[in-house]
């Protein structure tokens, strides 16, 4: 991606970035990088390079994405913080790093382990009045050195640490094409044979930060056979789903959050909605959908064991 795709940016702002905004309707005065993403989106707009070969039988999506044979490859992002979005510029995590843009994913505090090779240093320059030129390689909305995290492939995943301890991930969740969920839960997330804990609350607990976490056991039959399913689905285009669904935003169904520890001390951040719907947190816009009776397990699991959504 070159600079100029990098700097463009877009006046309309559709229905799905207004979901992923959800935290400008109901603002929360605590947990400001749990909404970096979110907020995020807003000024890392989707736009119209598609990655991935068109074939004859695809379709292509207003968003920009390209449903084909192959799977549904998702667009590179256009960078680009408009005056509009001034306010909440202080609350967006994201950088530049070899063409591609990371943004903020999760914030883990016994990751140290992770922390691989030293990168280089964000500039922390760009912000709603950077010019064009300041699209470049280093260039972002934080600040401070950025490393590889051990196991992950740099090209999906990248880090920085904190003098705390603190490790924040950052995901290159674009310019990639994805057909089965295995390929982002196994191939890039490694969640199969890494699992040291399972915990889920639900959506009103996570929105207004009550920590309402309730454990599973993780070696449950219903457990396997979610994830299982999760990696054998193929993904879809949550717009697609929405307006099957009659529904406004995507997230209008969501009911719980679901959580994978790892042995390496992260955890896997999945979205549970309605009707079988699965989205991974750092990926908005597709999902995979879970067949009825495994899905209906883990939820009965859920109502059984605590933690009813409201």
Not at 47 to 63: C, M
Not at 88 to 103: A, H, K, L, N, Q
Not at 267 to 295: A, M, S, T
Request: one cysteine or more.
């Amino acid at each position: 991606m070159n600079r100029e795709d990098l700097y463009q940016s877009i006046n309309k702002i559709d229905d799905d970035i207004l979901e992923r905004s959800e935290t400008s309707v109901k603002k929360k005065s605590t947990a400001w990088r749990k909404w970096g993403a979110m907020a995020a989106c807003l000024c890392l707009v989707i736009g119209g390079i598609v990655w991935g070969t068109k074939t004859l039988s695809h379709k292509e999506e207003p968003s920009g994405y390209v449903v084909s044979e192959k799977g549904i490859s998702i667009p590179a992002l256009e960078v680009s913080l408009a005056k509009e979005t001034a306010a909440m510029s202080d609350m967006i995590g994201f950088f530049i790093y070899e063409g591609r843009c990371y943004v903020y994913y999760e914030n883990f505090s016994e990751a140290e382990d992770v922390v691989g090779e030293y990168l280089g240093t964000v500039t922390g320059m760009i912000d709603e009045w950077t010019p064009e030129e300041g699209y470049v390689d280093f260039a972002g909305s934080i600040r401070g050195d950025f490393y590889s995290v051990k196991g992950y492939d740099p090209k999906f995943m990248l880090c920085t640490k904190e003098a705390n301890g603190i490790v924040t991930m950052y995901i290159c969740n674009n310019g990639i094409t994805l057909k089965y969920g295995k390929e982002l839960y196994e191939d890039r997330l490694h969640l199969s044979g890494n699992i040291t804990g399972v915990q889920y609350e639900s959506r009103e607990s996570w929105f207004y930060s009550k920590g309402e976490l309730y454990e599973l056991d993780k070696e449950e039959a219903y457990i396997r056979e979610f994830i299982e399913k999760l990696d054998a689905e193929e993904f879809l285009l949550c717009q697609d789903i929405a307006e099957q669904e009659g529904l406004q935003h995507m997230v209008d169904s969501e009911v719980y959050h679901l959580y994978f520890y790892k042995k390496d001390g992260t955890k896997i951040h999945l979205r549970l909605h309605e009707n079988g719907y699965v989205r991974f947190q750092g990926f908005w816009d597709v999902c995979v959908k879970i067949p009825e009776e495994c899905y209906d397990k883990l939820i009965d699991a859920f109502m059984q064991n605590g933690g009813a959504f409201e």
